[in-house]
């Protein structure tokens, strides 16, 4: 994954399952898609990391007791 650094993406997803390019930098984000199409090692490497942190944070045993509190918040007592 390549993203700019803007929003909550580097924070979510961290440097080493992808790239972070200051935003609004096309040229610098053309260069990393660029370097990365021309190394598969590279690629399968940032991948797997990936992979991985979807896993560990987005399964459904995961995420949901992360959430339950503002889904409770949200919904409201007896809801």
Not at 10 to 27: K, Y
Request: aromatic content about 8%; hydrophobic content about 45%.
């Amino acid at each position: 994954m390549v993203w700019f650094d803007a929003g909550r993406m580097p924070e979510s997803w961290g440097d080493d399952a992808g790239a972070v390019v200051d935003f609004p930098d096309v040229v610098g984000m053309a260069d990393v898609v660029a370097a990365l199409s021309d190394s598969s090692s590279r690629r399968a490497e940032l991948g797997e990391v990936a992979r991985r942190r979807v896993v560990e944070r987005h399964r459904v045993s995961v995420a949901v007791p992360r959430l339950w509190p503002d889904l409770e918040r949200w919904a409201g007592p007896g809801s």
